[in-house]
């Protein structure tokens, strides 16, 4: 039997889910919906989502409205009768009446341990909150966000150097294999879901720009490494130096303790920089983005727009940013 299936997701981690349900041959994709083209970039091209891409790549039909609810697109969707509606990180709500048109369910592919972390950003919270681990949950979508009941779930161990991306890029995988094997159970009525638990729900929010500022003084170096790969890529940590914003990308805590205090410079070589923490804790930065400028290894910056960073000098301490 073959399975008709309308795919909705956006960004990458949506994409192998749809490649692995385009290359499985008990289902037919009749259609992607995905955000409209957004604006990218210093010169505010319209781009296509990474879904879109690859949908048209592969010839599948592709559906875009600005806002599902309501839409002429909706209203095509019900009208192919779907047996499942798939969706990966699809950046809407959908209403009832479009979750009640899969013949079979309305499913999701979540990036978290639900019912922790139910939100748009789960990925960036477990490494900004320094979990030893994370993983997908695949569950029947409803009304309210990400309060379905779960239908399979697969952990998975935070690697200490994992960032947004190199995490995303697993749990995609995970999410991809995990929905195929659960689909064809569900289907058979050989899976049931679980009822979350209300007293373990937590929640994501989408990142801010008040959290890209990095607080060495309210921040230990563990916390900060944290902080900037929970970040990393999409939405990148900063500190200003000495007027100048810089981007910190890769950072290393450094096992000894200081006496000076949190922000300032400890350490500088040709090669390497150290800046206090808070709690007496050092930081390495090992690669960075100055304001302009590509991103490189310390040792670049160091030699070229940083190359008056002295010991004893204080990084910029938490300004008030509006979102």
Same mark, same amino acid.
């Given at each position: 039997?073959?399975?008709?299936?309308?795919?909705?997701?956006? *960004?990458?981690?949506?994409?192998?889910? @749809?490649?692995?349900?385009?290359?499985?041959?008990?289902?037919?994709?009749?259609?992607?919906?995905?955000? $409209?083209?957004?604006?990218?970039?210093?010169?505010?091209?319209?781009?296509?989502?990474?879904?879109?891409?690859?949908? /048209?790549?592969?010839?599948?039909?592709? @559906?875009?409205?600005?806002?599902?609810?309501?839409?002429?697109?909706?209203?095509?969707? %019900?009208?192919?009768?779907?047996?499942?509606?798939?969706?990966?990180?699809?950046?809407?709500?959908? $209403?009832?009446?479009?979750?009640?048109?899969?013949?079979?369910?309305?499913?999701?592919?979540?990036?978290? =341990?639900?019912?922790?972390?139910?939100?748009?950003?789960? +990925?960036? &919270?477990?490494?900004?909150?320094?979990?030893?681990?994370?993983? +997908?949950? %695949?569950? &029947?979508?409803?009304?309210?966000?990400?309060?379905?009941?779960?239908?399979?779930?697969?952990?998975?161990?935070?690697?200490?150097?994992?960032?947004?991306?190199?995490?995303?890029?697993?749990?995609?995988? %995970?999410?991809?294999? =995990?929905?195929?094997?659960?689909?064809?159970?569900?289907?058979?009525?050989?899976?049931?879901?679980?009822? !979350?638990?209300?007293?373990?729900?937590?929640?994501?929010?989408?990142?801010?720009?008040?959290? !890209?500022? #990095?607080?060495?003084?309210?921040?230990?170096?563990?916390?900060?490494?944290?902080?900037?790969?929970? =970040?990393?890529?999409?939405?990148?940590?900063?500190?200003?130096?000495?007027?100048?914003?810089?981007? #910190?990308?890769?950072?290393?805590?450094?096992?000894?303790?200081?006496?000076?205090?949190?922000?300032?410079?400890?350490?500088?070589?040709?090669?390497?920089?150290?800046?206090?923490?808070?709690?007496?804790?050092?930081?390495?930065?090992?690669? =960075?983005?100055?304001?302009?400028?590509?991103?490189? *290894?310390?040792?670049?910056?160091?030699?070229?727009?940083?190359?008056? %960073?002295?010991?004893?000098?204080?990084?910029?301490?938490?300004?008030?940013?509006? /979102?």
């Amino acid at each position: 039997m073959t399975y008709r299936v309308v795919f909705m997701g956006t *960004p990458q981690f949506a994409v192998p889910v @749809l490649a692995g349900l385009v290359a499985d041959s008990a289902y037919q994709v009749q259609a992607v919906v995905t955000q $409209p083209d957004r604006p990218q970039g210093r010169k505010h091209k319209l781009t296509p989502s990474p879904v879109k891409a690859w949908a /048209n790549e592969h010839n599948l039909p592709v @559906l875009q409205p600005e806002k599902i609810t309501g839409s002429a697109e909706m209203q095509e969707v %019900i009208d192919l009768a779907p047996d499942f509606i798939i969706t990966a990180a699809f950046g809407q709500f959908l $209403p009832e009446s479009l979750l009640d048109a899969a013949k079979i369910g309305a499913v999701n592919v979540h990036a978290s =341990l639900l019912p922790k972390y139910r939100g748009g950003a789960p +990925v960036h &919270y477990a490494i900004m909150n320094g979990d030893a681990k994370t993983g +997908v949950t %695949i569950m &029947y979508m409803v009304k309210k966000m990400d309060a379905g009941d779960i239908l399979a779930q697969q952990s998975l161990a935070i690697a200490d150097d994992d960032n947004v991306a190199t995490l995303m890029d697993k749990l995609s995988e %995970i999410g991809r294999d =995990l929905l195929l094997e659960t689909l064809p159970k569900l289907a058979a009525g050989q899976v049931t879901g679980q009822k !979350q638990a209300d007293e373990a729900v937590s929640f994501a929010p989408n990142i801010t720009r008040q959290q !890209q500022y #990095l607080n060495f003084e309210q921040e230990t170096a563990d916390q900060l490494d944290h902080h900037i790969r929970g =970040l990393y890529p999409g939405h990148p940590a900063y500190v200003d130096v000495a007027d100048q914003r810089v981007k #910190l990308i890769k950072v290393k805590p450094v096992g000894q303790e200081t006496d000076a205090p949190a922000g300032t410079v400890v350490e500088r070589t040709k090669k390497r920089l150290v800046v206090a923490a808070a709690n007496h804790t050092q930081l390495s930065i090992e690669e =960075l983005q100055p304001a302009g400028k590509a991103a490189m *290894p310390v040792a670049a910056y160091l030699n070229g727009a940083g190359r008056d %960073i002295a010991v004893g000098q204080v990084w910029a301490q938490k300004p008030e940013v509006s /979102n």
